[in-house]
Every structure is written in C-alpha cells, then in structure tokens.
C-alpha cells in the first residue's frame, strides 16, 4: 500500500486565485513529518513548507500553508494568490520516526498549471 | 544558487559504458541520498548515507554503486546500465537528527541509456 498518495495528477488555477492540492498518508508511527516540495522544468526539487505530527498549528510559509488534519492522515498544501511562476509539480513526502537520517517517502506528484 | 550540486546535469551513456555522477553539497550536513525519478513514478530512494556510513540500500541492483568519501561529496558509479534505468537521479543532503529537517536537492542529472 502506498504511504503518499496524491489523487490528483493534474490541476489548473486560474491566476491569482487559491488552490488545494492534496496529501493522504498512511503511517503507524506517532511522530512523523511532513514535506511539500516544488519540482519546475529544471528537475531541482524545492522544499516549501514542513509539518510536525506534533504541531498544534497548521504550518505557513509565505502564500503557502498546510492544512494538517491528523485523524484523516491528510497534509493539503494550500497556495494563496496563484503566480504564473507556481506552475510545477509538486510532491507531498512523509519522514517517519525509525528512518535513518532523513529519508522521505514521496506521493506520485500533483501537475499545477497557472492560467494567466 | 542551490547548496548542493550535481554533475553532469545530462548524461547520455551506452549499456557497457562506466560513467560517474557527482553530488557536492555546501551545506554542512551529514546524510547525503540519492533518488531515482523515473516518468510516471514517485521518487524511489536508492542510497543514504548518514555519517558517511551506508544506513540504507533499497534493493538497488549492482550496477549502481555508490560512493561517500566524505560528508561532502557523493557518486554514484554507474556500469553496464539498462535503459529502463533512463530516470532522472537526484542527489539530497540534511543533517541526520531532528524530524524536522528538511532535505536540500541538487537539480538533478538526467541520465538517458542508450
């Protein structure tokens, strides 16, 4: 069974508008993170926002915020004021407790497409 | 400009030829990773480093061996390759303790097996 999964392979968001992109994960450990990332053309992957099975408080960054329920096992990434630049993939990755030093299991992406 | 740093960021190589790919990071961290995305696929882990000790090899075949000579530096030695192994290979470094840390990622080498 997968531990990321992202349902949704592609979106479009019209430009200056919010968009939720989700994140469900599967997990039996009580403390464990939770990462997106941006992934443009280039390939770099660019971390934006983290969450804490711990934090009481949703996480924000800028324009982006998490909207962590924890008894659904979902972390949504939420993207304010939608920029023609936001348009990449991007990847909901979950650390568990017992991993070796960071190492993320990765959802299979979400395609964000701004339009202008 | 990125703290880690790959090379090459394109690679076209033969199935008998022997290449190397090279991870540098500046970060001051001490876990070094290297991923595999493939099209259509989630990234996979293949190798991670903490300490420059292997903690981790995820039933990599091998044809892949990596190397860490130092907190620093990363490769990942590449032989007689197949070309369903064509993926983009993304090398990530972070400190080793705290859930919190996140993992900075070079901008990737795409290798194409001909």
């Known amino acids: 069974a997968q531990k990321i999964t992202q349902t949704q392979p592609g979106m479009f968001v019209q430009e200056k508008e919010a968009v939720t992109l989700d994140c469900t994960y599967d997990?039996?450990?009580?403390?464990?993170?939770l990462f997106w990332y941006k992934q443009p053309s280039s390939g770099e992957m660019i971390f934006l926002i983290y969450?804490?099975?711990?934090?009481?408080q949703n996480a924000t960054e800028g324009r982006y915020s998490l909207n962590f329920q924890k008894a659904r096992k979902s972390a949504n990434l939420v993207i304010s004021a939608s920029q023609l630049g936001d348009s990449a993939m991007y990847f909901c990755?979950?650390?568990?407790?017992?991993?070796?030093?960071?190492?993320?299991?990765f959802g299979g992406g979400t395609r964000l497409m701004v339009k202008p | 400009e990125t703290g880690v740093t790959q090379t090459p960021r394109h690679l076209v190589m033969g199935m008998t030829n022997k290449k190397s790919l090279k991870c540098e990071q500046h970060?001051?961290?001490?876990?070094m990773y290297w991923y595999k995305q493939s099209a259509k696929k989630p990234l996979e882990l293949m190798f991670v480093?903490?300490?420059?000790?292997?903690?981790e090899n995820n039933s990599v075949p091998s044809r892949f061996s990596p190397e860490c000579p130092n907190s620093s530096h990363l490769f990942l030695h590449l032989h007689t390759l197949q070309p369903e192994d064509s993926a983009l290979y993304l090398c990530?470094?972070?400190?080793?303790?705290?859930?919190?840390?996140?993992?900075?990622f070079g901008q990737g080498t795409r290798l194409t097996v001909v």
């Open positions: 990530a470094s972070s400190r080793v303790l705290g859930a919190n840390t996140e993992a900075f």
């Open positions: 997990t039996s450990d009580q403390s464990y993170g």
């Open positions: 969450q804490g099975s711990y934090d009481e």
């Open positions: 990755a979950m650390r568990e407790a017992n991993n070796a030093g960071n190492m993320l299991t």
């Open positions: 970060l001051g961290h001490n876990a």
């Open positions: 480093y903490s300490l420059e000790e292997r903690v």
